[in-house]
């Protein structure tokens, strides 16, 4: 059954860095986009980033644009997020998702299948 499990959250001071990682199974990673997506408190998901199967294309949201960096490994079957000059804003629970079919790109829903989440605090 296909399983995405995030990790690498936790507190941060503003400015700092933090890697989120998010491990897969039970389907093919390589063959599909993913996405990382959050939801800070008391708000809608908000899409961040979106990654091509091969890694050679990404896409990003103005909020996190030169900051934050979308990347795979595909030999390991798992999608990062690098996360540089965090803000207070970023405090967010941070999840990953995957695309609904093989190799076909589709725009960010909340219908797509996504973990269960990383909690990231951004607060001196």
């Known amino acids: 059954q296909v399983q995405l499990v995030e990790s690498g959250g936790g507190l941060v001071q503003p400015g700092g860095s933090l890697r989120l990682s998010c491990s897969t199974s039970?389907?093919?990673?390589?063959?599909?986009?993913m996405y990382w997506v959050r939801q800070a408190p008391g708000k809608g998901l908000e899409w961040i980033a979106t990654?091509?199967?091969?890694?050679?294309?990404?896409s990003y949201a103005d909020s996190v644009k030169g900051r934050f960096t979308i990347s795979r490994d595909n030999a390991k079957s798992t999608l990062f997020l690098q996360m540089n000059s965090v803000k207070s804003e970023d405090t967010a629970i941070y999840y990953c998702a995957k695309a609904s079919s093989e190799w076909n790109y589709e725009d960010w829903g909340a219908h797509l299948r996504r973990g269960q989440g990383t909690q990231v605090t951004v607060s001196s």
């Open positions: 990654m091509q199967f091969t890694g050679n294309v990404a």
């Open positions: 039970g389907f093919t990673f390589s063959h599909y986009w």
